[in-house]
Nanobody
Framework: QVQLVESGGGLVQPGGSLRLSCAVS??????MYWYRQAPGKQRERVAT???????YYEDSVKGRFTISRDNAKNTVYLQMNSLKPEDTGRYYC??????????WGQGTQVTVSS
């Protein structure tokens, strides 16, 4: 059974930090990704981590977010620093394998507000 379980979201003040986690199970993966969907907006990819260790970021989060993985734990992380109100949204992880079968988890809500 394939599962993506996101956690770590919450309410944080502007300038604050949050670390999201995503536990992957039931499938072999190569590349891993984080997406977010803000209210009234399309879901967008914000970070990519390839199996070879290369990372890529959407311009608006570059320099503030860091994607990483722990292969032994089948977990991908997103460290988010210097958070802005425009970072507010529901955050989802995904992988090349789960995208291929059009699978999405429940996501985790991040709200940046004073």
């Amino acid at each position: 059974q394939v599962q993506l379980v996101e956690s770590g979201g919450g309410l944080v003040q502007p300038g604050g930090s949050l670390r999201l986690s995503c536990a992957v199970s039931g499938i072999r993966v190569n590349d891993m990704y984080w997406y977010r969907q803000a209210p009234g907006k399309q879901r967008e990819r914000v970070a990519t981590l390839t199996s070879g260790g290369s990372s890529y970021y959407e311009d608006s989060v570059k320099g503030r977010f860091t994607i990483s993985r722990d292969n032994a734990k089948n977990t991908v992380y997103l460290q988010m620093n210097s958070l802005k109100p425009e970072d507010t949204g529901r955050y989802y992880c995904n992988t090349d394998s789960t995208l291929a079968i059009r699978y999405w988890g429940q996501g985790t809500q991040v709200t940046v507000s004073s």
